[in-house]
């Protein structure tokens, strides 16, 4: 459903980050984050030609800190921004592609270390601006989580009938 050719989202969503190699992560859409927000860990700069790159990893599921993402891209800027507890920070900031329901384009994301918060991923509402109308009563308006396919295990099938006892 669409407002305006814009679509409308959930409060939450699973979204993907096809420029990093994350196919999938919830994310928080906030209207009330002007920049978007990526948890990101074990962060290190480098400069390949006359381009600043990051090297970071990424958690991509929620309360979960065994499955970990390597991810690559260029510094598009620093900037600052007030975190949750309303100090500043100076982080980071990558463009990338995000991918919504069957649309993507791209936002900018600040790399910063949300292992403490709810959402891995927060998507702020420059991100937001000309694409979408948040509706705050609902979760995955634009589609549930995807899972993977586990392979089925085949369980052995003892075919000899169990072997009784006929001495009495």
Known sequence: ????GKRIA???EWVGLPGLGVRQIKAKL?????????HAFDMETFWQGD??????????LQRNDKKAIACEAAVAGTRTVSNP??????RLI???DITLGDQTWPIDLSLTD?????FRLLIGRTAMHRNMIIDPDHSYRLGKRKKAKKKVKKKKVNKK???TDRSS
Request: hydrophobic share 35%; proline share 7%.
């Open 94 to 96: 990558i463009r990338t």
């Open 30 to 38: 906030d209207t009330g984050a002007r920049t978007s927000a990526l």
């Open 85 to 90: 507890g309303g100090r500043r920070q100076k």
């Open 1 to 4: 459903m669409s407002i305006d």
């Open 51 to 60: 381009e600043l790159r990051v090297l970071f990893f990424v958690h991509p």
């Open 161 to 163: 009938p169990p072997k």
């Open 114 to 118: 949300r292992d403490e918060m709810g």
């Open 10 to 12: 959930g409060w939450r």
